[in-house]
Nanobody, 124 residues
């Protein structure tokens, strides 16, 4: 069992930066792939980024490449999402999730545990 709690979301101006954190509980955190998803207002949840168990490989959605960076600290059982050059279209609720998949999954159905989400609003 893994419990996830996101934080760091807030209102920010376009062009600004935010770092989201996802604190996990449970001794098995370092056996899970970790991912970030987001759900813009009125839209479906979409993949943002995910990172391997060791943290040495990651995958990103096209819109995140070059602007977002996912990382994890297994000692602190926390995963981060650094977001730079934010745009109004990045406005969404951001969720972190944990997966036992073998390879980095981009499909939400392959994630076993989810946090409650944190709101990011980017003003123009």
């Amino acid at each position: 069992q893994v419990q996830l709690v996101e934080s760091g979301g807030k209102l920010v101006q376009a062009g600004g930066s935010l770092r989201l954190s996802c604190a996990a509980s449970g001794r098995t955190f370092n056996t899970y792939l970790m991912g970030w998803f987001r759900q813009p207002p009125g839209k479906e949840r979409e993949f943002v980024a995910a990172i391997s168990v060791s943290g040495d490989s990651a995958d990103y959605a096209d819109f995140a490449k070059g602007r977002f960076t996912i990382s994890r600290d297994n000692a602190k059982i926390t995963v981060y999402l650094q977001m730079n050059s934010l745009k109004p279209e990045d406005t969404a609720t951001y969720y972190c999730a944990a997966s036992r998949a073998r390879d980095i999954p981009t499909y939400s159905g392959l994630y076993d545990y989810w946090g409650q989400g944190t709101q990011v609003t980017v003003s123009s």
